[in-house]
Nanobody, 124 residues
Framework: QVQLVESGGELVQAGGSLTLSCAAS????????MAWFRQAPGKEREFVAA????????YYTDSMKGRFTISRDNAKNTVYLQMNNLEPEDTAVYYC?????????????????WGQGTQVTVYS
């Protein structure tokens, strides 16, 4: 069992940067593949990025690759999402998710654990 708590979402101007954090409780954090998803108003939740348990392998949606960077610190039981050059289209609730299976999965039902989400709003 793992519990996830996201933080770091806020109101930011277009072109700015933001780093989201997801703190995990429970044991064996490094055994979990982690991911970030987001859900904009009126849209389905979509995959953003994922990272393997050891942090070596990362996966991104093509449209976000180069602007977003996922990383993790297993000593702190935390996964991060660094977001640069933000656009109004990035406005969404951002969720982190965890799973003990293969890393890099892009489907929601692959993940067993979810956080409550953190709101990111980008204004022009």
């Amino acid at each position: 069992q793992v519990q996830l708590v996201e933080s770091g979402g806020e109101l930011v101007q277009a072109g700015g940067s933001l780093t989201l954090s997801c703190a995990a409780s429970g044991r064996s954090f490094s055994a979990y593949a982690m991911a970030w998803f987001r859900q904009a108003p009126g849209k389905e939740r979509e995959f953003v990025a994922a990272v393997s348990g050891g942090g070596v392998y990362t996966y991104y949606t093509d449209s976000m690759k180069g602007r977003f960077t996922i990383s993790r610190d297993n000593a702190k039981n935390t996964v991060y999402l660094q977001m640069n050059n933000l656009e109004p289209e990035d406005t969404a609730v951002y969720y982190c998710a965890a799973d003990r299976g293969q890393p890099g999965a892009r489907k929601l039902d692959h993940y067993d654990y979810w956080g409550q989400g953190t709101q990111v709003t980008v204004y022009s």
